[in-house]
């Protein structure tokens, strides 16, 4: 409890004290003045705290750092994290370094830590194991999992299950992740996306298909379908099973699969166009090509509309309907046409421009107008161009790497502005110093203090006073505020006279820092630079992919034109014998 | 015997010009394969090197920042008149934190409204810090209300309110969210360091 606080709080409460007589009277008219003396005590005190790292309790710290750890704010709990909670939670300092992908001393961390094995319990295990599976570990990581067999909540062992099934995927052995997988009290999402996983790795790694079709069918029963990421894992899942049973050659029960993907869904393109396929497996072509058509207001540059469009004269074709399935060729000539043409053109603006103004910055450039369109909608094409690049693990490994310094350099740019504004602060504070060092008169506060003592006194001894209504009041408190108070202000008189060195330490420091930044932001700047080069590189080689196979659509839509063409001139020439060209 | 040799010879060279086509072919092939294979491992590389840069830059950023809030902390909101306020859940609690929202003095300081992953981590005894400021010694009232949902899916909207006193050193105010073993009914406790 402070005493100078009380003080201040006998200031606030001196109507309430009238009850003691003249004295209280007095007090509020010196209430003012003593209000000021205080402000100025709390100016010039402001100067000499001690300046201490993390100055609270260890419970309180460390618990902070946990809190970002788990969260994910791995930056943060890294700035927060001082070397002696480093050596207290190497696990956490280990999972921090992974999440903010600084892996360069993880492993020597987690090995020593597990060599103190005697040490950890399950919760460390656990984080031990999960951060190996995050390294791409999966045997030291199923080893730290084997130690918390029976030994976690539900919950946790859901997420348990997932990494120790993925684990047994990676290493090739899908009846290990299936005996992982067949706990009756496994559910949610988790394990949903655990089954869809073995299915994806049974239908890599084996001709019959019915395992992997009968893992899918559990992921879909685990699946509650209602969150969007339920929904987005039960798309999958839908249309992996409905491409595998067309790949069965079983079209009727693809088409019950492909009917539940959702439209807004990123697999609604290719699960339409399989939806065409598999009634075209059925001789459907009325149905084939209506499913076809649906898929004309997606992007062009997702395989399954460019498929469509070349679909859907084949189909009119051997439907007999040859006009129709000449506009349609000629309808999908154009578009692949216009595709090239983009692709072309931002081929262009990246080689003038570089990644980051044409695919992040949200800059107006001349000719790209419409793919800088914001649009709330999914389908866009940008967005469809955006899911095509990020397709590449390199590209999304290395636009990850470029936002992540996009990130830090925005938080310098933050930090330079507050600095500025520290400054500036400073700076006033060392022009006012002086005069507010100067109107602090030791002397005069002492008779104040020593006039307050002498109050209290005489009203202490008025016959009203007693001790229950001073301590309902915190009267009580006062002359060991006084006391306090005059402590307070004679060690502060030794210190004002370092004050002024104080704002400038501080002020040196604060430049040092300014220089720091200003480093640290050409560095960035220049190793942006770089990635954006690289990424150049690597978009530029991604779009020319695209403009090939873009190019082998277009010609083959033109041959298909052509042969329609050729059709229908044979058609309406003259009968000849066939023999005739032989003998002329 | 004549004939025995011709095909012997005849299999001799057959052997050959198949040595040979394999040779011709695996030479071929293996020209642009090893073409292939130091282009990709001159990606490898580079890559390699960026990260390594990468890496570099993140640690020097990391330093700089912890550099850069202590000497914000220092300045703004020394020892004496700091006060620093934090939220914690006791383990096991099963209620459902959506927002908080903090008064210091009557005054909206803070509000903050939280995230599954938060939730997780305050339950893995995670502590958050909502509020770090400045005071004045003295006595202080602080306000806190509460949103959330509880185990029974019935809506809370709780407020807790304590008075306390700042000192000359650093005030610290924990929150703790707890629910009562038996009602289930969520409970918010004051701990103060």
């Not at chain 1, 094995?117 to 190996?132: H, P, S, T, V």
């Not at chain 1, 505020?481 to 002024?500: M, T």
């Not at chain 2, 072919?25 to 020209?31: C, E, R, V, Y």
């Not at chain 2, 096991?92 to 938060?118: A, C, P």
């Amino acid at each position: 409890m402070s005493n100078s606080g009380d003080l201040a709080l006998m200031m606030g409460l001196s109507a309430k004290n009238s009850a003691f007589g003249a004295g209280a009277s007095d007090i509020r008219c010196r209430s003012g003045l003593s209000a000021v003396l205080l402000r100025l005590f709390i100016f010039l005190a402001s100067f000499f705290a001690p300046a201490t790292t993390y100055a609270m309790p260890d419970e309180l710290y460390q618990g902070m750092v946990r809190f970002n750890l788990d969260s994910g704010k791995h930056f943060n709990a890294l700035v927060l994290m001082d070397e002696g909670y480093q050596q207290l939670d190497p696990i956490g300092y280990a999972g921090a370094l992974q999440g903010f992908k600084l892996t360069q001393n993880v492993d020597a961390l987690l090995e020593k830590s597990t060599q103190q094995a005697g040490d950890l319990d399950e919760a460390d295990w656990f984080r031990i194991g999960k951060i190996y599976y995050a390294q791409g570990q999966c045997i030291p990581a199923l080893k730290a999992f084997k130690r918390l067999k029976n030994k976690l909540g539900l919950a946790d062992k859901q997420e348990w299950a997932f990494y120790r099934s993925n684990c047994f995927n990676k290493l090739g052995s899908n009846s290990r992740s299936a005996q992982v997988l067949s706990s009756d009290i496994l559910s949610g999402l988790w394990i949903s996306h655990a089954y869809y996983n073995l299915a994806m790795s049974y239908a890599t790694s084996s001709a019959d298909k019915t395992k992997a079709l009968v893992a899918l069918r559990v992921a879909s029963s685990l699946n509650e379908n209602e969150s969007r990421e339920e929904k987005a894992l039960n798309d999958r899942i839908n249309y992996a099973a409905g491409a595998l049973y067309l790949n069965e050659k079983k079209p009727d029960y693809a088409l019950e699969f492909f009917k539940k993907v959702h439209l807004d869904s990123t697999t609604a393109p290719q699960a339409l166009y399989m939806n065409g396929v598999a009634h075209l497996e059925q001789n459907d072509f009325r149905a084939a090509t209506q499913s076809w058509f649906s898929v004309k207001k997606y992007p062009l540059i997702h395989s399954g509309v460019a498929e469509s469009l070349l679909a859907i004269p084949y189909a009119y074709e051997r439907a007999g309907y040859v006009s129709q399935a000449l506009e349609a060729y000629v309808e999908a000539s154009t578009s692949f046409e216009k595709e090239l043409e983009t692709v072309d053109k931002l081929k262009v603006l990246i080689n003038k421009h570089g990644i980051q103004k044409v695919l992040i910055d949200e800059t107006e450039l001349e000719g790209l107008e419409w793919f800088l369109a914001k649009d709330i909608a999914k389908n866009t094409r940008r967005a469809a161009y955006y899911s095509y690049f990020a397709g590449d693990d390199d590209i999304y490994e290395m636009i990850e790497l470029l936002l992540e310094m996009r990130a830090l350099d925005e938080g310098l740019a933050f930090w330079s502005g507050q600095l500025k504004v520290f400054e500036k602060a400073l700076s006033n504070k060392q022009q006012s110093f002086n005069r507010r060092s100067k109107s602090f008169d030791r002397k005069t506060i002492e008779r104040e203090i020593e006039g307050f003592k002498k109050r209290f006194a005489s009203i202490s001894a008025k016959p009203a006073y007693n001790e229950k209504l001073a301590a309902e009041l915190y009267f009580d408190r006062v002359p060991a505020s006084l006391e306090a108070l005059q402590k307070r202000f004679v060690a502060l008189e030794g210190k004002i006279g370092k004050g002024k060195g104080r704002i400038k330490s501080q002020l040196k420091e604060l430049h040092a820092l300014d220089k720091k930044i200003g480093a640290k932001k050409k560095r960035l700047a220049a190793f942006i630079k770089k990635l954006d080069e690289g990424l150049k590189v690597l978009v530029l080689a991604k779009l020319e992919q695209l403009r090939n196979h873009m190019l082998a659509n277009f010609e083959r839509s033109e041959q298909g034109l052509i042969h329609i063409l050729e059709g229908v001139a044979e058609s309406s020439q003259r009968k000849r014998n066939p023999l005739d060209g032989r003998y002329q | 015997m004549e004939i025995r040799q011709q095909r012997s010879a005849g299999f001799v060279s057959f052997c050959l010009f198949f040595l040979f086509v394999c040779f011709t072919s695996f030479a071929l092939n293996a020209a642009p394969a090893a073409d292939a294979k130091k282009a990709s491992s001159e990606t490898d590389a580079a890559k390699a090197e960026l990260i390594k840069q990468a890496e570099a830059l993140k640690q020097d950023m990391i330093e700089l920042n912890r550099e850069l809030y202590q000497f914000e902390e220092d300045l703004l909101h020394p020892a004496n008149t700091q006060v620093a306020l934090f939220l914690a859940i006791a383990p096991e609690t099963t209620f459902l934190l959506d927002s908080v929202e903090l008064q210091l003095d009557g005054k909206l300081i803070t509000s903050y409204l939280y995230k599954e992953n938060e939730i997780i981590a305050l339950r893995r005894g995670g502590v958050q810090r909502l509020y770090l400021g400045s005071l004045s010694d003295g006595k202080h009232k602080l306000t806190a209300g509460f949103n959330g949902q509880g185990s029974n899916a019935r809506y809370y909207r709780r407020k807790k309110s304590l008075t306390f006193m700042k000192g000359e050193d650093a005030k610290f105010i924990q929150l703790i969210v707890t629910e009562d073993p038996r009602t289930r009914e969520p409970l918010f406790n004051v701990k103060q360091w």
